[in-house]
């Protein structure tokens, strides 16, 4: 029992993160808390930017300076208050950088029981020693192959590899492998130093020339005297010369960008580690076996296969018996889970976003935890409906531990269960940031400026699609890929196509595939595939120079008398650029401060205050706002602002069709969720006026919206269609099928008992396929109440 003094709820006051309004909540702790609202509307700011930010502000503050910057921090919440918050645990879908050593039993721990049962119970050949448990993980200097170091393959720096082209001379970039900029330079300077001629072809270089250059382990430093370069002197300098092997080498293993990875393994040759055969572990550890199959035989069986294989030894009390029955126990959450077609060798980075938090979900409920907040961000994510009560069932079990959950989450059938809802909206962007309502579920039928209201309490039907006729077929031949194995599948063409089936059926795959192949048909002629990768990489990228519009608006800026006046040309007003930008910031619009013992920190500039500009180019303005100014405009606002220009006014109301009229201009690619990625990308699709012959191909395309956004989304498909188009979506959402003309059912299971197509035709006839896992779902689809409208689309 609760003692009576102790107040059962998380209380917070006046919060701003983001588009929050200062808000006021309650939340009650040891419950299932559901954040719902449309897509922008500030949940996400509340349960993550505000509650679990808070949560680990506290911590922190309890940890010593020295070990704070060995933990990821979040921002400090702008918030006045908040009470009664226990520990925190974020399970969001983020990754950290991809490794091709983290996998599906190193982020679940169960490979840690996998090799202790090898270790205590697996049968070693007759004379061998026993091996400690570390001597069956490649990550460890007792386990790694001692040829690859643990990694399967041998990656090698060939001077083929690294001089692609032997007709160029070194100054002429011959060694593809240098890194570029100045730190090229250098290298090539050091060498004219050294006495090598870095102006005939590589090829006519001495042998022993290009071998030193090339693979030596000698690091001579020299004093560089830099040639003259366009009326600049520069100063000389000790420069240390490293070979171009140790370079390209040291990039691939110990670069944290993965993009400096790929661009280093493109100068890399690869083959099969001879010594282990791409197994990974010293010879030692691959002749134990158990139930007569190696460690790397039992870490690549899908997890539901692992499970019956340990089955008959868990019964017992030796160690066979006992680490089995662990093993089992574990196994069997993230079956639960729908994720019993995934190996326990399965590379982190190969997971999407909701496999990993579901993951990690399961390792939660075996941690025996209590009394902590969860925070999981929409953990329904790539998941089947077959499997969404699986998902809600271990929720409850986290709750009913002593814990609670927080979830923001779009799924209807998942939020109709939980204890208590904070919904939040009406709108997106400046339109929202309110709680609507919070609360147990009923009452928020009374609420009516909800959005949310009428997906759980639907009032009133809506139409059923009428199916449209394909204008033609595409058939693809022998599709393999992954589980896809010699797969024929015939694709109708000038109809909208969803491809359903349980997680890890296949439906990905096939996209993929179909992406593939569809290129070489002549009755297409693009092949667009819309995925959910990020616009841009660094925070330079936004919305407006992805869509282009931003060239548009630099030459109105350009073409004012104020700018003709100083000569201003559309360049000025890029903060790309010297000239126009802020050179304190060089047009980040923040600087970086680093911290004794603490992680670098960002902080608004102190010269532009984050307006990225100089004072100069922020004089001028456009119907009374600067260059800054426009950028920090929202979709809908800047729609209104530019309504008499014709190009930037189409690629506004484009947006606004796909649902993003709460973006600003300015805002940062890395600050856009991959939804958001993915409608940003659809509508420059939607801005052409050639549509007719084109593929369009979408990869769960609703993850991370809102019902009512949803609508939104599938209005446009259809528009596509409608124009010519033929579009084929890979979806969870029963509500897109049932809206479709051709579904296409993957399964039966997932992993290798899927890969094959179940079922076929229109949304009415999948949903009487008696072998279909999705045809109950699809035909509770067909026949559900829904709305026509909601106050957003009114």
Request: charged letters at 20%.
């Given at each position: 029992m609760r003692s009576p003094e102790v107040d059962p709820y998380v209380r917070v006051r006046r919060a701003r993160v983001h588009n929050l309004r200062g808000v006021d909540v309650v939340l009650p702790r040891d419950a299932l808390v559901a954040f719902t609202g449309v897509?922008?509307?500030?949940?996400?700011?509340?349960?993550?930017?505000?509650?679990?930010?808070?949560?680990?502000?506290?911590?922190?503050?309890?940890?010593?300076?020295?070990?704070?910057?060995?933990?990821?921090?979040?921002?400090?919440?702008?918030?006045?208050?908040?009470?009664?918050?226990?520990?925190?645990?974020?399970?969001?879908?983020?990754?950290?950088?991809?490794?091709?050593?983290?996998?599906?039993?190193?982020?679940?721990?169960?490979?840690?029981?996998?090799?202790?049962?090898?270790?205590?119970?697996?049968?070693?050949?007759?004379?061998?020693?026993?091996?400690?448990?570390?001597?069956?993980?490649?990550?460890?200097?007792?386990?790694?192959?001692?040829?690859c170091h643990g990694m399967g393959t041998l990656y090698e720096a060939t001077e083929k590899s690294m001089v692609p082209d032997p007709g160029l001379s070194i100054r002429d970039g011959a060694i593809a492998s240098w890194p570029g900029a100045w730190h090229g330079k250098n290298l090539r300077d050091i060498l004219a130093t050294l006495g090598y001629d870095i102006d005939i072809p590589w090829r006519d270089l001495p042998a022993e020339a290009r071998q030193w250059i090339l693979f030596t382990e000698e690091r001579p430093v020299v004093t560089v005297r830099p040639q003259r370069e366009a009326g600049r002197i520069q100063r000389s300098y000790e420069g240390i010369y490293t070979s171009a092997k140790d370079l390209v080498l040291r990039a691939f293993s110990e670069s944290k960008s993965e993009a400096r990875r790929k661009s280093a393994a493109q100068f890399l040759t690869?083959?099969?580690?001879?010594?282990?055969?791409?197994?990974?572990?010293?010879?030692?550890?691959?002749?134990?076996?158990?139930?007569?199959?190696?460690?790397?035989?039992?870490?690549?069986?899908?997890?539901?296969?692992?499970?019956?294989?340990?089955?008959?030894?868990?019964?017992?009390?030796?160690?066979?018996?006992?680490?089995?029955?662990?093993?089992?126990?574990?196994?069997?959450?993230?079956?639960?889970?729908?994720?019993?077609?995934?190996?326990?060798?399965?590379?982190?980075?190969?997971?999407?976003?909701?496999?990993?938090?579901?993951?990690?979900?399961?390792?939660?409920?075996?941690?025996?935890?209590?009394?902590?907040?969860?925070?999981?961000?929409?953990?329904?994510?790539?998941?089947?409906?077959?499997?969404?009560?699986?998902?809600?069932?271990?929720?409850?079990?986290?709750?009913?531990?002593?814990?609670?959950?927080?979830?923001?989450?779009?799924?209807?059938?998942?939020?109709?269960q939980a204890d208590w809802i904070v919904d939040v909206g009406p709108g997106a962007g400046t339109a929202g940031g309110h709680v609507l309502y919070s609360g147990p579920l009923d009452a928020l039928r009374e609420i009516q400026n909800s959005a949310t209201r009428h997906y759980l309490f639907p009032d009133s039907v809506e139409p059923q699609h009428i199916p449209r006729k394909p204008t033609g077929a595409l058939k693809l031949r022998n599709l393999t890929e992954h589980n896809l194995h010699a797969l024929d599948v015939e694709l109708p063409l000038g109809v909208l196509t969803v491809i359903t089936g349980v997680s890890g059926s296949g439906k990905s795959t096939l996209l993929h595939a179909i992406s593939r192949q569809a290129t070489a048909e002549s009755t297409i002629d693009r092949v667009v595939e819309v995925d959910q990768q990020p616009i841009g990489r660094t925070p330079r990228s936004n919305l407006a120079t992805y869509t282009g519009l931003f060239d548009t608006v630099r030459k109105l800026f350009a073409a004012t008398p104020a700018a003709k006046q100083r000569r201003y040309g559309a360049g000025r007003f890029s903060f790309n650029v010297a000239g126009g930008r802020c050179e304190t910031c060089q047009g980040e619009g923040y600087v970086t401060v680093e911290l004794l013992f603490l992680p670098s920190t960002y902080t608004p500039c102190p010269t532009c205050h984050g307006a990225r500009y100089n004072p100069d180019t922020l004089e001028i303005t456009y119907r009374d706002n600067n260059i800054a100014q426009v950028l920090d405009l929202t979709v809908d606002e800047a729609t209104d602002f530019l309504s008499d220009t014709p190009a930037p006014h189409r690629a506004l109301t484009t947006l606004q069709r796909v649902g993003l009229g709460y973006l600003r201009l300015g805002q940062p690619a890395t600050e856009l969720s991959g939804g958001e990625a993915q409608r940003v990308k659809l509508?420059?699709?939607?801005?052409?006026?050639?549509?007719?012959?084109?593929?369009?191909?979408?990869?769960?395309?609703?993850?991370?919206?809102?019902?009512?956004?949803?609508?939104?989304?599938?209005?446009?498909?259809?528009?596509?269609?409608?124009?010519?188009?033929?579009?084929?979506?890979?979806?969870?959402?029963?509500t897109v099928a049932a809206k479709s003309d051709h579904i296409i059912d993957m399964g039966p299971g997932g992993g290798q008992d899927g890969g094959q197509v179940v079922a076929q035709g229109t949304p009415a006839k999948v949903a009487r396929s008696p072998r279909s896992r999705t045809a109950p779902y699809l035909s509770a689809a067909l026949a559900r109440r829904a709305p026509l409208t909601t106050p957003a689309q009114a």
């Amino acid at each position: 029992m609760r003692s009576p003094e102790v107040d059962p709820y998380v209380r917070v006051r006046r919060a701003r993160v983001h588009n929050l309004r200062g808000v006021d909540v309650v939340l009650p702790r040891d419950a299932l808390v559901a954040f719902t609202g449309v897509s922008g509307s500030g949940k996400s700011s509340l349960a993550f930017g505000t509650l679990y930010a808070d949560s680990q502000r506290r911590y922190l503050e309890s940890v010593a300076p020295y070990a704070r910057r060995l933990l990821q921090q979040v921002e400090t919440p702008d918030v006045d208050e908040v009470t009664g918050l226990p520990p925190a645990v974020a399970l969001g879908q983020r990754r950290a950088v991809p490794s091709s050593r983290s996998s599906v039993g190193t982020v679940t721990a169960m490979s840690n029981y996998l090799r202790m049962l090898l270790s205590r119970a697996g049968r070693y050949p007759e004379g061998a020693a026993h091996l400690d448990s570390n001597a069956f993980s490649p990550n460890t200097v007792e386990g790694a192959c001692p040829q690859c170091h643990g990694m399967g393959t041998l990656y090698e720096a060939t001077e083929k590899s690294m001089v692609p082209d032997p007709g160029l001379s070194i100054r002429d970039g011959a060694i593809a492998s240098w890194p570029g900029a100045w730190h090229g330079k250098n290298l090539r300077d050091i060498l004219a130093t050294l006495g090598y001629d870095i102006d005939i072809p590589w090829r006519d270089l001495p042998a022993e020339a290009r071998q030193w250059i090339l693979f030596t382990e000698e690091r001579p430093v020299v004093t560089v005297r830099p040639q003259r370069e366009a009326g600049r002197i520069q100063r000389s300098y000790e420069g240390i010369y490293t070979s171009a092997k140790d370079l390209v080498l040291r990039a691939f293993s110990e670069s944290k960008s993965e993009a400096r990875r790929k661009s280093a393994a493109q100068f890399l040759t690869t083959r099969t580690c001879p010594l282990c055969h791409g197994e990974r572990l010293r010879p030692e550890a691959l002749a134990v076996t158990f139930g007569g199959r190696t460690i790397t035989e039992l870490a690549s069986l899908p997890l539901a296969e692992l499970a019956e294989v340990l089955r008959p030894h868990a019964s017992g009390d030796d160690a066979a018996a006992v680490l089995s029955r662990d093993l089992i126990a574990r196994i069997e959450v993230p079956v639960e889970l729908g994720l019993g077609y995934l190996s326990m060798s399965r590379e982190s980075p190969t997971l999407s976003g909701g496999e990993l938090q579901r993951l990690r979900l399961g390792t939660q409920l075996r941690s025996g935890l209590f009394g902590v907040v969860y925070v999981l961000d929409e953990p329904s994510a790539g998941l089947h409906p077959a499997d969404t009560a699986a998902l809600t069932s271990v929720l409850m079990r986290l709750r009913d531990s002593g814990n609670s959950v927080f979830l923001v989450e779009h799924d209807m059938d998942v939020v109709r269960q939980a204890d208590w809802i904070v919904d939040v909206g009406p709108g997106a962007g400046t339109a929202g940031g309110h709680v609507l309502y919070s609360g147990p579920l009923d009452a928020l039928r009374e609420i009516q400026n909800s959005a949310t209201r009428h997906y759980l309490f639907p009032d009133s039907v809506e139409p059923q699609h009428i199916p449209r006729k394909p204008t033609g077929a595409l058939k693809l031949r022998n599709l393999t890929e992954h589980n896809l194995h010699a797969l024929d599948v015939e694709l109708p063409l000038g109809v909208l196509t969803v491809i359903t089936g349980v997680s890890g059926s296949g439906k990905s795959t096939l996209l993929h595939a179909i992406s593939r192949q569809a290129t070489a048909e002549s009755t297409i002629d693009r092949v667009v595939e819309v995925d959910q990768q990020p616009i841009g990489r660094t925070p330079r990228s936004n919305l407006a120079t992805y869509t282009g519009l931003f060239d548009t608006v630099r030459k109105l800026f350009a073409a004012t008398p104020a700018a003709k006046q100083r000569r201003y040309g559309a360049g000025r007003f890029s903060f790309n650029v010297a000239g126009g930008r802020c050179e304190t910031c060089q047009g980040e619009g923040y600087v970086t401060v680093e911290l004794l013992f603490l992680p670098s920190t960002y902080t608004p500039c102190p010269t532009c205050h984050g307006a990225r500009y100089n004072p100069d180019t922020l004089e001028i303005t456009y119907r009374d706002n600067n260059i800054a100014q426009v950028l920090d405009l929202t979709v809908d606002e800047a729609t209104d602002f530019l309504s008499d220009t014709p190009a930037p006014h189409r690629a506004l109301t484009t947006l606004q069709r796909v649902g993003l009229g709460y973006l600003r201009l300015g805002q940062p690619a890395t600050e856009l969720s991959g939804g958001e990625a993915q409608r940003v990308k659809l509508a420059s699709e939607l801005q052409r006026t050639k549509r007719a012959a084109t593929l369009y191909l979408l990869d769960e395309p609703t993850t991370g919206l809102h019902p009512a956004d949803t609508e939104v989304l599938v209005r446009q498909l259809h528009s596509l269609v409608d124009a010519g188009a033929t579009v084929i979506i890979a979806e969870h959402d029963m509500t897109v099928a049932a809206k479709s003309d051709h579904i296409i059912d993957m399964g039966p299971g997932g992993g290798q008992d899927g890969g094959q197509v179940v079922a076929q035709g229109t949304p009415a006839k999948v949903a009487r396929s008696p072998r279909s896992r999705t045809a109950p779902y699809l035909s509770a689809a067909l026949a559900r109440r829904a709305p026509l409208t909601t106050p957003a689309q009114a």
